[in-house]
Nanobody, 125 residues
Framework: QVQLVESGGGLVQAGGSLRLSCAAS????????MGWFRQPLGKEREFVAG????????LYADSAKGRFTISRDNVKNIVFLQMNSLKSEDTAVYYC??????????????????WGQGTQVTVSS
């Protein structure tokens, strides 16, 4: 069992930055691929970024490339999402999630087995 708690969301102006954190507890966190997803109001949940269990590989959605950075600290059991140059279209509830595998970063939310409660990010234009 893995428990995930997101924090760091809030209201920011367009062009600003936020850093989201996902604190994990439970078994074998450092063996799990971790992902960040977001769900705008009235839309489906979508992949934002993922990181392998070791932290050595990352994957980003096209919308996040060059602006967002995912990282992890396997000693403190935290996954981060640094978001820069935020746009109004980044407004959504952001979720972190844990996959059951260690190395393959997958974009499909259905394969992730543990989820946090989400944190709201609102970007004002």
């Amino acid at each position: 069992q893995v428990q995930l708690v997101e924090s760091g969301g809030g209201l920011v102006q367009a062009g600003g930055s936020l850093r989201l954190s996902c604190a994990a507890s439970g078994r074998t966190f450092d063996r799990s691929v971790m992902g960040w997803f977001r769900q705008p109001l009235g839309k489906e949940r979508e992949f934002v970024a993922g990181i392998s269990g070791s932290g050595g590989r990352t994957l980003y959605a096209d919308s996040a490339k060059g602006r967002f950075t995912i990282s992890r600290d396997n000693v403190k059991n935290i996954v981060f999402l640094q978001m820069n140059s935020l746009k109004s279209e980044d407004t959504a509830v952001y979720y972190c999630a844990a996959d059951s595998n260690q190395s393959v970063i997958r974009r499909t939310p259905q394969v992730y087995i543990y989820w946090g409660q989400g944190t709201q990010v609102t970007v004002s234009s």
